[in-house]
């Protein structure tokens, strides 16, 4: 009879920002992982962490601001025939992140992307494997005036801004083009995670002379939201959408930047076709359709 491998029980602290894991690297190992360690004996998990980011990191995590993500099991690294249990957590502590100086036998750290997987431990990538494929739970609401405050409250990452309007500038937008229709996506706790605007007519005209599709402008994740599989969610929930409240409507357009491979991956994935290229804001981009 072959003998199950070990499994080795370990607490660790996941800090994301936008599509990067804050992820750290020790002596005489390649790969990247959490910041964490074993739970000692007499050790409840919350313990454990405290203890091993205050080594590890010189932070003092307080408890009343660490919430538990959930588990994982996967490959333990750097051990061979072994798994680590991850149990995962996040504070919601104010920390500068990029100021952190990592002790002992820390000897890098740094924002890893979560695609480049050659560079992460093999039980981190299943833990961002487990987050995408989580069932995700949202639901859009179109804008009223009573939503204003929330969509204020929309933080929009600073390369989105480079490219695409503002929650705020396509409300304001709205005000004078009955065409326009933003819209929120709530998560299933009901916060407000995103923003999108469909855009009907003169919106959608340069792209085709079908009267009857639309486009799909601004998408944006709060950047506080990301990581969590919001966006592909919302490709996937769109089309659904539009055919309840806008029943003419048999097509869907949008324009995703030219070098922007992950954002035109998502879309093929969830069924949109490339049709041709154009600019917007000063920058190349291609065209992309589905039909509804």
């Known amino acids: 009879m ?3 491998p070990s499994c080795i029980r370990c607490v ?3 800090v994301e920002h936008e599509d990067q894991l804050l992820l750290v690297q020790a002596h005489h ?3 990247y992982y959490f910041p964490g360690g074993k739970i000692d004996d007499g050790e409840s998990q919350i313990q454990a962490l405290q203890r091993e ?3 590890e990191l010189n932070v003092k995590l307080n408890e009343d601001e660490i919430e538990f993500l959930g588990q994982v099991v996967g490959p333990a690294y750097p051990q061979k025939d072994q798994f680590t249990e991850l149990n995962c957590y996040r504070t919601t502590g104010q920390y500068d992140w990029n100021q952190i100086e990592p002790k002992h036998e820390i000897t890098d750290i740094k924002w890893i992307d979560k695609n480049e997987t050659s560079l992460i431990a093999p039980a981190v990538i299943q833990w961002i494997e487990q987050r995408r494929t989580q069932q995700v739970s949202i639901q859009f609401v179109p804008y009223d005036h009573t939503l204003y405050d929330t969509v204020e409250d929309i933080e929009v990452a600073s390369s989105d801004r480079k490219f695409t309007k503002t929650p705020m500038d396509n409300i304001e937008l709205a005000k004078t083009d009955d065409e326009r229709y933003p819209t929120l996506i709530y998560n299933a706790q009901q916060q407000c995670v995103g923003f999108f605007t469909l855009h009907r007519g003169e919106g959608v005209a340069p792209y085709t002379d079908n009267p ?3 486009f799909f402008r601004s998408f944006s994740i709060d950047v506080n939201e990301r990581g969590h599989g919001y966006a592909k ?5 769109l089309p ?3 055919h309840g409240h806008f029943s003419d409507i048999n097509e869907v357009y949008l324009t995703v930047n030219d070098d922007n491979e992950r954002a035109q991956q998502l879309y093929e994935q969830c069924d949109y076709q490339f049709v041709g290229e154009s600019t917007a804001e000063g920058r190349p981009v291609y065209i992309m359709k589905r039909e509804i």
Do not use: G
């Not at 969610?233 to 929930?237: E, R, V």
């Open 212 to 214: 009857h599709a639309i």
């Open 2 to 4: 072959t003998e199950s």
């Open 240 to 242: 659904q959408y539009i």
């Open 29 to 31: 190992r390649n790969k």
């Open 12 to 14: 660790c602290l996941v």
């Open 53 to 55: 980011i205050k080594e």
């Open 233 to 237: 969610a919302t490709i996937k929930q």
